[in-house]
């Protein structure tokens, strides 16, 4: 192991507390006002809650003095707003001052995100999407090493990733394949995946079936778009083919879990935060707990509807979304790569029997964090939030399983 991180480091939490209820959130079904909406999206801020982790609370809070309504093209107008004007300054900036330029670039990345969060849902919220990848891209030309866009053909269209690999590395390295979530973007796991190339690991980014700019929506075989992306992977020389890990959370769990399974001869392991696999999928859970969860900020069901092809309806979604467990997929059972597998007992958008179930099954021991406090990804305000979990879990787990060796450092 590299002398930045020994094995002993590694910190696994295993706390499993069947007994406790996984409703600790709130009862009611109904989805936020708009009152609501604001009131909870400040607290997040201020707290470094998803998804307002890094959102300056003063610029949440003058976005909100535009928005009167629900309507999502006033919602997207008022954030592109104010990033705007951090968009602006980054740009006269550049060449005088490049260090407040890129802040200033993330800040509008950051906001232009949330313009158009969960999903870009109308023109204008597409609009602030547009413009949050402009804004990431724009703040990625200060890396060293840089960000790479791949574009790799997939069924008459193209995935769209971002690669970055380790600088001075002595042969080929290992990478992480990352995938992100419901309503979470592949430029999110890029900034948060940079952590990990001092330790000699690179990544490719790429936004999940049915999100961002995927080329394909939800279905039962989605998984063949992330099984192209590792044959990608496989022709780039700079990259050890056999020491491949993916990472993925929430609905991106879902793929790395059931990557651990169909790709396990071409994964080294997989990490997974909140991976659905069963319960999920059935219609009681989807009205019982994911219709108006509060967890979750607002608009879930509808960003739940948006990756599948033509799904309008909660009755349609009811119908569709059983075909994705992987228990009636006949997968759960079957030999496997090894896992880290990351949760929290509160969790009301991913149950935890989902997990418990997942850690039952295959023929290799698997690493379980499991947070008794925790909920979605098993973070728990001010104690573990996401970058806590990333930086002294996540990482230290794909280092010891990719046996990475830290970057040389050029002189």
Do not use: C
């Amino acid at each position: 192991m590299s002398r930045f991180l020994p094995v002993r480091a590694l910190l696994i939490i295993v706390a499993i507390t069947v007994t406790m209820s996984p409703v600790a959130f709130s009862e009611q079904r109904a989805e936020r006002t708009l009152d609501e909406i604001k009131t909870e999206a400040v607290h997040r801020a201020e707290n470094g809650m998803y998804p307002l982790i890094g959102l300056d609370p003063g610029d949440v809070k003058e976005a909100f003095t535009s928005i009167h309504t629900r309507d999502k093209d006033e919602w997207a107008a008022a954030f592109m707003g104010v990033a705007d004007r951090y968009m602006n300054e980054a740009k006269s900036l550049e060449k005088t001052d490049p260090v407040k330029a890129n802040a200033d670039y993330i800040r509008a990345w950051r906001l232009y995100s949330f313009g158009r969060w969960p999903i870009p849902a109308s023109a204008g919220k597409q609009r602030s999407y547009e413009k949050a990848i402009e804004a990431f891209l724009a703040h990625a030309r200060f890396w060293d090493p840089p960000l790479e866009i791949v574009r790799i053909p997939f069924e008459g269209k193209e995935i769209i990733g971002y690669l970055r690999l380790p600088k001075n590395a002595n042969g080929p390295v290992p990478l992480v394949l990352a995938v992100n979530g419901l309503d979470s973007r592949k430029e999110d796991l890029s900034e948060s995946f940079s952590a990990i190339l001092p330790f000699g690991i690179g990544f490719l980014a790429v936004d999940g079936p049915g999100t961002g700019q995927s080329p394909i929506k939800v279905s039962e075989h989605a998984e063949r778009m992330l099984s192209r992306v590792l044959d990608y992977i496989a022709t780039r020389p700079e990259i050890d083919k056999n020491r491949v890990a993916m990472h993925g959370v929430s609905w991106g769990a879902y793929w790395a879990a059931k990557m651990a399974i169909v790709e396990r001869a071409r994964l080294r392991g997989a990490s997974a935060q909140s991976p659905p696999t069963d319960t999920f999928f059935q219609k009681d859970f989807l009205m019982n707990s994911l219709i108006g969860n509060r967890e979750y900020l607002f608009d879930q069901a509808p960003a739940l509807m948006a990756i599948f092809d033509n799904v309008k309806t909660v009755d349609e979604m009811a119908e569709v979304l059983p075909k994705m467990s992987l228990v009636k997929q006949g997968l759960l059972g079957k030999p496997m790569a090894p896992m880290l597998i990351l949760a929290g007992v509160l969790d009301t958008q991913v149950p935890i029997s989902d997990i418990y179930l997942l850690l039952d099954k295959g023929d290799v021991p698997k690493t379980a964090w499991i947070n008794p406090q925790g909920g979605h990804l098993g973070r728990q305000v001010k104690v573990w939030p996401d970058p806590r979990i990333f930086k002294e879990v996540i990482i230290p787990w794909l280092v010891h399983t990719l046996e990475a060796e830290p970057a040389k450092e050029s002189h």
